[in-house]
């Protein structure tokens, strides 16, 4: 638990120092819940919870298909880094392909409620 902590804060670190103010592109690897993907930036693969939105428990497998289909394995993403939340990237995700933002889809689709960004 603690080197997975210290990894991500590395992760966190390495992002903030090296892009300040832009965004960092990784792949996805997996939809690991109406929240949370799997992503990867070529050596390391870490947790990533998507920021400003919470998803409606009622409507958790929608929101998995919905990002499943908006976010097929291997799509690259921007990061953009708000923090973390229990050992987790917490950050902003959208599409490289178009810019979509992940958590305001989910929103228009209904499938979230927004919350205030950290």
Known sequence: MRR???????????LLIAWPGAAAAAEVYQVRSGRL???????????????CMEVDPDQEEQAIAWLRQALPRRTRVNLRPMGESGGTLLARVSRLSDGDDMATGLIDAGLALAEACP
């Open 4 to 14: 997975q902590a210290l990894t991500l804060f590395g992760v966190l670190l390495a």
């Open 37 to 51: 993907l799997q992503v990867g930036d070529g050596n390391r693969s870490y947790p990533v919870q998507l920021a």
